[in-house]
């Protein structure tokens, strides 16, 4: 049977009202509303009414007013993501499709479209599942790394302890507290790197702009891994060039620590024999600023391309086999990356496996006015020794700058002529990589001649030759600079003083301090630390025991270390106590021990009334700053 009309639009209008998406028919001239089924309005939450007349973009697609893929673009079809504007202004994604029609004679679009917002909730719940269950499997990875990592040098402490305990014999037990300090060392820089990490992930980091010297930066820098590129028999390299100012404005505290980061990676990863340096390179210049790049190379294994990325990604490392190789919690480099970003750097890395790799850090500091170069004694005379022209030419310069009297020699025999003449030298510099190995016995010719002598070697890793040096001997880096050479030229002058000075013991036995500590095996140390220095110490349990004591002798002491967590009453509590009534407690300055090392702490402890703080491990030359500092 032939539907009439009337049965054709019963049949419209029942698939109208019941169909479960929302429908829409729009005029294609007008891009007006003309009618909506009851789904529609209620996807928008209002009357039907409400609607027709309405510009289509006024309704679906809100923030796309532009052309129409039917009737602009030419398309037969467009089944699209879009939005949905709801009355109440929320808008509502939905999947639309679109169709040309004729509707009562004149042509339409025919629009559908189907709520996806539970779809779109359910994908956003998957999508924070899958990168949580990431985070949670590289967090599990990190603590299990972590538990490996502090396990081992836990190991070696109670094993080289109980080894120690048991065998009096005064070799082994050198050797015992040889391996506990070298674990132990690396227990702590685990610990600091976990705490480095929590500072920059809790917004606790700054960053301090001080006058620094660029030439003191690399070489500290280098010296800080000098004992493991021994170890490994190493080549360690420096350069930069001369035009490069040395003076700069920067946090030179996070910059060491990212480039000994660095370094150590590259020794860690760089086997026996091979060669690792650190250049710096200027590679731009304003007035009042510089660009540079640090560039740590070494002759390593080298990273894969597709390992790159996860290098400076927290808890992450190449892959488990570098970890189960080499060791390390993977987040050094993160904390390098981090640590550059807040100073306005980058690092960025090339490598080739098996070759290599390159390590840059960039930076752009300010410059700081030139430091004045150290005064050198006047009179000083200088013997150059090197068959290195370009050596010689820069030695030269420098010798203009500092107005030290110098004679060159490219000869061990021009040397000799020299030396022999008039009444000596003060200092003698020998070229150690160049002198076809002649530099040791030149030396020791030149002895009689002169008062000192440096071995200008490739880097600063000398301690296997020390023992074969002649007396008076000093090392200097080949890269030599005028800081460095003045430095040197003042130190041999002053050799003679200063070590009658360094002689001179200072007399601590009428300092009387107070140690306010609740753990024994600390209040051991601290002790012990001090032992031979004469100084008198009392110990006090908590802050309410330290506050009895100083209340029975309130001018006894000259100063007191307060640990921070006690019972009964804590540092802060027991130094606020001691502020607020001085008349019963006495006046003497507050050193905090503590181990925590934010800023915040320190700062509590200035404020609850103490002169400084000393974190821990405590070490004994810092006690003994504090002490001279508070009691001279």
């Known amino acids: 049977m032939t539907p009439t009309g009337t049965d054709a639009q019963q049949r419209f209008e029942a698939i109208w009202d019941s169909v479960a998406c929302g429908i829409a028919i729009i005029d294609a001239e007008t891009r007006t509303i003309l009618a909506v089924n009851p789904v529609a309005a209620r996807m928008h939450g209002a009357d039907p009414a409400h609607l027709v007349g309405k510009i289509c973009h ?5 923030a796309e007013t532009g052309a129409c893929p039917i009737m602009d673009k030419g398309q037969t079809v467009d089944r699209t993501e879009r939005k949905l504007l709801r009355a109440d202004g929320q808008t509502l994604p939905i999947i639309k499709s679109v169709v040309k029609i004729n509707y009562q004679g004149r042509p339409a679009l025919l629009e559908s479209f189907t709520d996806i ?15 949580a269950q990431v985070a949670s499997q590289a967090k599990s990875d990190f603590l299990a790394r972590m538990s490996h990592e502090m396990r081992t040098p836990l190991n070696a402490i109670l094993g080289m302890a109980r080894i120690a305990q048991k065998n009096g014999d005064a070799q082994n037990i050198s050797h015992a507290l040889s391996v506990i300090v070298t674990s132990a060392s690396h227990l702590l820089g685990l610990v600091n790197d976990v705490l480095d990490m929590a ?9 301090m702009a001080l006058p620094f010297c660029l030439e003191h930066l690399i070489t500290q820098v280098c010296t800080m891994v000098e004992d493991d590129v021994e170890k490994k028999k190493l080549r ?6 001369e035009s490069i100012p040395l003076s700069y404005t920067g946090d030179v505290l996070h910059i060491s620590q990212i480039l000994v ?11 026996e024999g091979g060669h690792v340096s650190l250049c710096v390179e200027e590679a731009q210049r304003t007035a009042d600023s510089s660009e540079l790049r640090f560039l740590v190379r070494d002759s390593g294994i080298g990273i894969p391309q597709d390992k790159i990325d996860k290098l400076f990604a927290p808890f992450e490392q190449g892959d488990g086999s570098i970890t189960r190789t080499y060791g390390g919690t993977g987040l050094g480099l993160s904390i390098s990356q981090r640590l550059a970003g807040l100073m306005g750097g980058k690092i960025t890395v090339s490598s080739v496996p098996g070759q290599g790799a390159t390590f840059v850090l960039h930076l752009t500091l300010p410059h700081a006015p030139e430091s004045p170069l150290p005064p050198v004694p006047p009179h000083f005379r200088c013997l150059f020794v090197s068959d290195d022209a370009q050596l010689a030419l820069q030695f030269q310069g420098i010798a203009r700058r500092l107005r030290l009297h110098a004679d060159m020699a490219s000869a061990p025999k021009d040397a000799l002529t020299l030396a022999q003449k008039g009444s000596g030298h003060d ?12 530099a040791l016995p030149l030396a020791e010719a030149l002895s009689a001649h002169t008062r000192h002598t440096a071995f200008m070697t490739g880097f600063l890793h000398w301690n296997s030759m020390e023992s074969s040096a002649p007396a008076n001997s000093h090392f200097l880096a080949r890269q030599l600079l005028p800081t460095a050479v003045a430095d040197l030229v003042r130190t041999c002058a002053a050799q003679r003083e200063e070590a009658s000075e360094r002689g001179q013991s200072p007399d601590f036995s009428q300092i009387h301090v107070l140690l306010v500590e609740d753990i024994d095996i600390n209040q051991e140390i601290f002790l012990g630390l001090l032992a031979e220095t004469g100084i008198h110490i009392d110990v006090a349990d908590n802050g309410r025991a330290a506050l009895d004591m100083l209340r029975a002798h309130p001018r006894k002491y000259d100063l007191i270390f307060m640990d921070i967590q006690m019972p009964e009453m804590d540092g802060i509590s027991a130094a606020q106590a001691i502020r607020a009534q001085p008349h019963i407690y006495g006046t003497t300055p507050i050193i905090a021990m503590t181990a925590n090392a ?7 402890c200035l404020a609850a009334g103490m002169v400084g703080h000393l974190s821990k491990p405590i070490e004994e030359e810092k006690v003994l700053e504090a002490i001279a500092r508070y009691c001279s």
């Open 117 to 131: 917002s539970l779809l779109k909730e359910a994908e956003e719940q998957l999508r924070e599942l899958r990168v």
């Open 58 to 62: 006024q309704f679906i697609c809100p």
């Open 598 to 604: 934010f800023t915040e702490d320190v700062e509590k």
């Open 261 to 271: 980061n660095l370094l150590a990676n590259a020794v860690k990863f760089t086997p």
């Open 199 to 207: 500072k920059i992930e809790a917004d606790k980091t700054e960053i």
């Open 427 to 438: 200092l003698c510099l020998l070229d150690l990589d160049l002198l076809d190995g002649q």
């Open 236 to 241: 360690l390299g420096i350069a930069f060039s």
